[in-house]
């Protein structure tokens, strides 16, 4: 089942799911966990901005996430999102990165009442290497437009930035 996320029962949950990426992988180049309270404040923040932020249950229990936040913050940007996704380690490669994916750009396709709306493009920012995630895009009809080198450093090194983009 995929929902709109709510803060106050989600985060802690979210968050769980993020800190394995922040501890053992380049998928975000933050550094230390986040707690359930900032999360929340994510949350809320993407959320009153009119954007979707969804999760993904199952068996009751939450186990992955999406959501599209401002690419930029100029106002020239505001029709271009960047989008998040991320999933509990256990259900990757199972088809839900997908659906939960698709869900998002779904909504975002209809977006109203927001000052994002229409949204005509959508950014995916990948660490490199990951190639579920590079496929996960290009099988969702984003293309790659770009890769800054040596963007971020995490591990003892630096890491590739890809770009992807899908105008809807």
């Given amino acids: 089942m995929i929902r709109d996320a709510v803060a106050a029962t989600d985060a802690a949950r ?6 394995h990426y922040v501890l053992h992988d380049t998928a975000t180049f933050e550094t230390e966990p986040v707690e359930a309270d900032e999360m929340w404040g994510r949350i809320d923040g993407i959320q009153k901005r009119g954007l979707p932020y969804l999760v993904a249950e199952a068996d009751g229990r939450v186990v992955g996430y999406a959501y599209a936040g401002p690419y930029r913050d100029r106002a020239a940007y505001r029709h271009t999102l960047e989008s998040t996704v991320y999933l509990d380690a256990d259900a990757r490669r199972s088809g839900l990165g997908t659906a939960l994916y698709g869900a998002l750009l779904d909504r975002l396709r209809t977006l109203e009442g927001s000052v994002h709306a229409p949204v005509h493009s959508v950014m995916g920012v990948v660490a490199l290497p990951h190639p579920g995630s590079v496929a996960l895009h290009e099988r969702l009809g984003f293309r790659h437009v770009g890769t800054l080198t040596e963007a971020g450093y995490k591990f ?3 890491i590739d930035v890809g770009l992807w983009q899908l105008t809807l």
């Fill in 14 to 19: 979210i968050a769980e799911i993020y800190e």
């Fill in 156 to 158: 003892d090194r630096w």
